[in-house]
């Protein structure tokens, strides 16, 4: 193709809001976003270390922006999951976690992180077994679960089962909460673990059922626009399929902790400072989504 011909599809492409590549442009000056949203995920909340006054200062940080409600993508307390946590332990850090988050009178949507669990309950029928305790703490419906807020459509999942993966009930009402959705209807998905992850190379917890969900998703590359993320505490985003996912760290960092030799900075999970992000979300199903860093100290 001669250059002149170039710029010439370029300019035309450019003034569609389309670029060749499928990335987003910034949305057109003087257009406001329909909805403005704060991502937090990976608190890992609990009563010691002076946490709970560090973490208060982060969501103030957060709440100084004029945002219409709150995604928080799981493993909200420290930890319920290791083997030797006890039931005193788990219901402290639920009290740490209820006490940080009444400080906002916004709308929280949360999804299950797997250090949310508790599997250690004496049984099954325990109360606080598994993922009925924690839907409950977190005041969700259920463990997945869609909503939505002017003309986009929220999609919560669940990767909590064998292998990371959705099982076949979840899956097969995620395929029909795709398919119920009116042609074009922008759709952004949260998870606590990445369905796509630059990542994943040096650090796992990817969905595995990435695949699965790959070609869903292409079937309804008039809807899907976002996919949200936590769990590796790293920050990352690629675009595939014209789907933008993002990998939006941790307010935690090092776990609250200054770090080891991998941790580039103080607080640091290697190399991705703890912080929340911002997503603009637009009428026509543009996204933009920024990261804000945290400090810690």
């Known amino acids: 193709m001669k250059r002149r011909n170039f710029l010439k599809s370029s300019a035309l492409f450019g003034a569609a809001g389309i670029l060749p590549t499928g990335a987003i442009v910034a949305a057109p000056a003087g257009k406001a976003p329909a909805l403005t949203i704060a991502h937090i995920t990976d608190v890992h909340i609990r009563g010691n270390d002076g946490i709970p006054e560090r ?12 945002v219409d409600f709150i995604l928080n993508g799981g493993d909200s307390i420290h930890d319920a999951s290791y083997d030797n946590v006890k039931r005193e332990q788990v219901l402290e850090q639920w009290a740490v976690w209820d006490k940080f988050i009444a400080k906002t009178d916004l709308e929280v949507f949360s999804c299950i992180g797997n250090h949310d669990l508790w599997w250690k309950a004496p049984d099954k029928q325990d109360e606080m077994y598994g993922k009925p305790y924690v839907v409950k703490r977190l005041k969700i ?109 941790s307010m935690s960092g090092f776990w609250w902790g200054k770090g080891d030799e991998k941790s580039a900075r103080p607080y640091f999970y290697q190399e991705s400072s703890p912080g929340y992000a911002l997503l603009k979300l637009y009428e026509d199903g543009r996204v933009e989504n920024e990261y804000i860093p945290l400090d810690l100290s």
């Open 55 to 66: 973490a208060a200062k982060c969501l103030d940080r957060v709440l100084k922006h004029k």
């Open 141 to 249: 419906p259920a463990p997945y679960y869609s909503f939505r807020k002017k003309n986009w459509h929220f999609i919560i999942l669940d990767g909590n089962g064998p292998g990371i993966k959705l099982d076949a009930e979840q899956m097969n009402w995620l395929e029909k909460e795709l398919d119920g959705l009116k042609p074009n209807t922008p759709v952004l998905l949260m998870s606590h673990y990445p369905v796509l992850t630059v990542t994943n190379t040096w650090e796992g917890g990817q969905h595995g059922d990435h695949k699965e969900l790959k070609k869903l998703f292409y079937k309804h590359r008039d809807k899907v626009k976002v996919c949200l993320s936590g769990h590796q505490h790293l920050l990352d985003e690629a675009v595939y399929n014209g789907v933008r996912y993002h990998c939006n760290g």
